[in-house]
């Protein structure tokens, strides 16, 4: 029995920005009040750890062990958790939910203030909410990632971030609703809230833009626009619901521009799906300027900024963003699981590769090389 004590084991440890990750033994400390210990079965890789290993969060705390698409069981829980207990299918929740705050009590929306004590959008603290980490390694501390930290054999995370899932779940599976997924989908279901017969145009077709291409089917749209500047996403964009493919190298005017033409005018919908400010003015210049809705999921760098003129908006454009796709996440995550479960979507058709948590560098480097969809790291 590992219940209050600390635990030894491997993890994927970042030293610093543009480094390989390397497999360290680490010390995981048990949990205090409110926070539950997981031994992670498996974790995807999204381009937002990414966007960490490039060095773009400029304020990111290193060493760092990141990760935050994850499933796993829980190990132990600390003192005052209730909503799970040891041998619990769990998945992280990166987007907290604490169901206090005036962000959980909004009907609205999905933001739980927690996040900023964590992690807010401009200052990442990388520790527990008493400010001590969890992890140390070769007597340091190492800092975690958005409160979930998943590239690790075990982690511990707030009782706010962590949710019980269908005991049966498919955890090489479900962990891509921890993150991917739930946020293209959501942006596609609950963002933007496409309609039947709409247009919609999809800027980035990784993880999180396929995901939305499965939204928007699902929700009806009759045309739905693939971009990419990397033609080998086209196939698995079409097997997934796009009805056409565009890629920018194919023409010399602007994308913006091609989008109008084929769709006389602009979509209902279009999506950032990238981190690229340049392509989230595209995104909005694609939309119609009257009844079009843009939504920017994409992460971009931490001091980046957008400026366009206000008279887009004049016309009746409408600009939004959000995270995890609108979800609320203790919430939704159990539902899509058991919706996955009963097959009211499919995932598979993002994971791409399957690997050993110990191969971490090779899975990022299918992801520089625009190889792989979602990876999924296995312990
Ligand atoms: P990914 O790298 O797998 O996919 C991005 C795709 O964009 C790739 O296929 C690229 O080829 C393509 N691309 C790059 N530049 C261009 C360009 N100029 N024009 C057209 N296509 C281009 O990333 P992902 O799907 O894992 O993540 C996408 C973004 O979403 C990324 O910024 C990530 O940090 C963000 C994200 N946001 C949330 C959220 O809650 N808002 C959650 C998870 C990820
Ligand atoms: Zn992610
Ligand atoms: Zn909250």
Known sequence: DTAGKVIKCKAAVLWGPRQPFKIEEIEVAPPKAHEVRIKIVATGIC????????????????????????????????DGVTNVKPGDKVIPLFLPYCGKCRGCAEPKSNFCYTLISFCSIVKLTGLMSDNTSRFTCKGQVIYNHINTSTFTEYTVVDESSVVKIHDDAPLEKVCLIGCGFSTGYGSAVNLAKVEPGSTCAVFGLGGIGLSVIIGCKIAGASRIIAIDVNSKKFEKAKELGATECVNPKDYENPIHEVIMNMTDGGVHYSFECIGNTDIMVSA?????????????????????????????????????????????????????????????????????????????????????????????LTF
């Open 284 to 376: 909005l210049l694609s939309s119609h300027l009257s009844c079009g809705t843009t939504v920017i999921v994409g992460v971009s760098p931490s001091l980046s900024t957008i400026s366009f003129t206000p008279r887009l908006l004049l016309t009746g454009r409408t600009l939004k963003g959000g995270l995890f796709g609108g979800f609320k996440s203790k919430e939704s995550v159990p539902q899509l699981v058991s919706d996955l479960m009963a097959e009211k979507f499919k995932v598979d058709g993002l994971l791409s590769h399957k690997l050993l948590f110990t191969e971490i560098n090779k899975g990022f480097e299918l992801l520089h090389k625009g190889e792989s969809i979602r990876t999924v």
């Open 47 to 78: 381009r937002s750890d990414d966007h960490v290993l490039e060095g773009l969060m400029k304020d990111k705390k290193y060493p760092v062990i990141l990760g935050h698409e994850g499933a796993g069981i829980v190990e132990s829980i600390g």
